[in-house]
């Protein structure tokens, strides 16, 4: 099967974190919009199992895809930095609809494909259209600043996160994963602090952010995404924080957005699902119209 060529013209691809733990056998309603995406019955995807260390990776998500009507699915076997440069497999990347990164650790996938011809052609597909998905680790990965471990079950301190660089697909977000259960407000409100710049994306497991090319996100599973914003912060202690001091920041806006809840990373707005108009939209000071 050979599906149409996606044009270099193209808007970029839907960049799809997901939280981990996402749900494998039943409704399997996050693997099931991705497949969608990538073409469905003319969907060829490739599976990259890198930040895994079981064999088994792999072929369980070329059998899920399988399963959920993929015209072809194959997964490259990279391990090692030398595999990145394989050039059977940037040929595969080339024709590829759909590329789904798996869980693991992130920083066995980010030091293995970082700057390699793979991780290029990674980059080069999402921007000509081809959506990206992530799942755990795989998901941590796709942003330009990366989480790259830290301590759970503590409060926003100095000290209390490790950031990496990441693959790049998206320099708006910092993403983590198995957000509520694990309990990772703490360490995503200390990495938002470091630079405001960024949005924080908490992600729960069997949850995913499908993130357009318009910048909006839409969410899909059961969980919650927890976005933090700190672009308004009035005031932070970080830039003066002793190792392992707790931190004040003030102005912060943070969302939780269940299914169906969408939200515009460029405007900075939440959205309620099937909805238009912002369910948290403020009077402006002058107003009187409120009585």
Known sequence: MCPAPISENADRGYIIPIGGGEDRVKEMQIHRKFVELSGSEDADIIVIPTASMLEETGPDYNRIFSELGAGRVEFLPISTRADCNNPRFVEMLDRATGIFMTGGNQLRLSAILGGTLVAQKIRRRNAAGVPVAGTSAGASVMSEHMVAGGSSNSAPAEGNITLAPGMGLTNAVIIDQHFTQRNRLGRLLTASSYNPFLIGLGIDEDTAAFIGPDNVLEVVGSGTVTVVDASHLTHSSMWDAREGEALSL??????????????????????????????????????TSLG
Do not use: S
């Open 250 to 287: 003030l102005g912060l806006r943070l969302d939780v957005l269940g299914e169906g809840c969408r939200y515009d990373l460029t405007e900075r707005v939440a959205y309620p699902p099937d909805e238009h108009m912002a369910f948290c939209t403020l009077v402006a000071p002058n107003d």
